[in-house]
């Protein structure tokens, strides 16, 4: 396969919600999609509590940082998925645009972030099977 899609998920400040949809997509595609995670005005750091609880499911966080979303970012992708930025997300016509209406997890309790992590989990994987049918997912990392 040499055509592999490649996704951008965009947040207002790219410290949450973008972040676990794109280390989600990037562990469970194995490589068949590519993930990306931006933001139209990105803060200067990933919640701390999304980095625990992503780091507690086994996902590695230590190379996530904020980016700026640009519209050469959405052009390069087959699929665009925005959690909260709204209008200020760049329309490039051909993209694929979705939007998931997930809670902000920053300033969240662990409870409460472990349910927004599984919520954007079922949404990863549901696109994945969408964007890669014969994709064998493997199992859910809530699963343990």
Known sequence: MTDV???VFACVRNGGRS???RVLTEHYAQ????ALS???QPGEHIHPEVADVLESLGLDTSKEHPKHL???TVAA????ITLGCGEECPYVPGVRYVDWPVEDPG???PETVRGIV???DGRVRAMLVELVPDLELPDSVLAA
Not at 31 to 34: L, Q, Y
Not at 77 to 80: D, G, I, R, V
């Open 31 to 34: 490589g068949r999609v590519r």
């Open 38 to 40: 931006a933001g139209t």
């Open 107 to 109: 300033g969240q309790d």
């Open 118 to 120: 599984a919520d954007i």
């Open 5 to 7: 899609p490649q996704v």
């Open 77 to 80: 992708s087959t699929m665009a």
């Open 19 to 21: 972040v676990i949809g």
């Open 70 to 72: 640009t519209h050469e």
